[in-house]
């Protein structure tokens, strides 16, 4: 298992648009991807899931990934949140 903490700079948090990219992105590995705010554990891989946790800008998440592809799915899931999440 890794993970890795990042403050999500995307100025309208993870509203419908990046948490659809986001869910696209970490969906293709085998990995299990969780995204942990506010002390709770979301399933990355689902949009719902990511919009229900009402990310807002400024928000500090942990991105959680175990399997075998783990780092590879965590390298791709912190360039994209660093990114800005597409917008």
């Not at 696209?24 to 979301?42: E, I, L």
């Not at 689902?46 to 807002?56: E, H, P, Q």
């Not at 390298?75 to 990114?83: H, T, Y």
């Amino acid at each position: 298992m890794v993970s890795q903490k990042i403050t999500v700079t995307n100025e309208q948090g993870m509203h419908m648009r990046p948490a659809s990219l986001f869910c696209q992105t970490v969906t293709p590995f085998a990995s299990d991807v969780k995204v942990v705010f506010n002390g709770t554990t979301y399933d990355a891989k689902s949009v719902m899931m990511l919009m229900s946790a009402c990310i807002k800008c400024g928000a500090e998440i942990e991105i959680v990934c175990d399997g075998p592809d783990e780092a590879d799915a965590l390298k791709k899931a912190v360039e994209l949140v660093e990114s800005g999440l597409g917008d």
